[in-house]
Antibody
Framework: QVQLQESGPGLVKPSETLSLTCGVS?????????WGWIRQPPGKGLEWIGS???????YYNPSLKSRVTISVDTSKNQFSLKVSSVTAADTAIYYC??????????????WGQGTLVTVSS | SSELTQDPAVSVALGQTVRITCQGD??????ASWYQQKPGQAPVLVIY???NRPSGISDRFSVSSSGNTASLTITGAQAEDEADYYC???????????FGGGTKLTVL
């Protein structure tokens, strides 16, 4: 069973960079699939942030693209998220995910448990 | 439109059938996937593509699509189906994903 686990600081100061890592168990990130990030502000809906293919190709939410970097580290079997110039609006639960399928059968089939990141001075 | 629109809240009597809809231009080109989220938990995939359900998901969940609207139908709703439901689909350009705003389902 594939397992995903987010890690990183729970508190980030405004204007700084949010950095999270997702460790993957029971599957090699270098084999296949897109590996992504989704966030959910407290009491609000889900927002897709972006994903990285096992080859390193990246795809981002157009509204966040200028501040987001997602990368994969095959040597550590993990992938990472960086969000620059954060504000209080970036406060959210951040989920790491695995995306499978193509245009007709795309799905997010595995999710981490989520980690709350608060932006505050 | 680059958005997916869902009704904020829907209710259903126990044992009855309920339809949750998701509207957006990209649904004319791409299939949606649907996720169930209960309080304090990560979302769970319940159905995708043309009625593909992951192992362990009840066959009470089904999907249909027409034009710019995708629908999740729960036949014989149970108390455990009470949750938030989100649709997800590619954006019209095909290079990013997006979620609907979510529908809170109450089982009466």
């Amino acid at each position: 069973q594939v397992q995903l686990q987010e890690s990183g600081p729970g508190l980030v100061k405004p204007s700084e960079t949010l950095s999270l890592t997702c460790g993957v168990s029971a599957y090699s990130v270098s084999t296949d699939y897109h590996w992504g990030w989704i966030r959910q502000p407290p009491g609000k809906g889900l927002e897709w942030i972006g994903s990285v293919y096992h080859t390193g190709s990246t795809y981002y939410n157009p509204s966040l693209k200028s501040r987001v970097t997602i990368s994969v580290d095959t040597s550590k079997n993990q992938f990472s998220l960086k969000v620059s110039s954060v504000t209080a609006a970036d406060t959210a639960i951040y989920y790491c995910t695995r995306e499978a399928g193509g245009t007709t059968d795309h799905r997010i089939d595995y999710w981490g448990q989520g980690t709350l990141v608060t932006v505050s001075s | 439109s680059s958005e997916l629109t869902q009704d904020p809240a829907v209710s259903v009597a126990l044992g009855q059938t309920v339809r949750i809809t998701c509207q957006g231009d990209s649904l004319r080109s791409y299939h949606a996937s649907w996720y169930q989220q209960k309080p304090g938990q990560a979302p769970v995939l319940v159905i995708y593509g043309t009625n593909n359900r992951p192992s362990g998901i009840s066959d009470r969940f089904s999907v249909s699509s027409s034009g710019n609207t995708a629908s999740l139908t729960i036949t014989g709703a149970q108390a455990e189906d009470e949750a938030d439901y989100y649709c997800n689909c590619r954006g019209s350009s095909g290079d990013h994903m997006m979620f609907g705003g979510g529908t809170k389902l109450t089982v009466l």
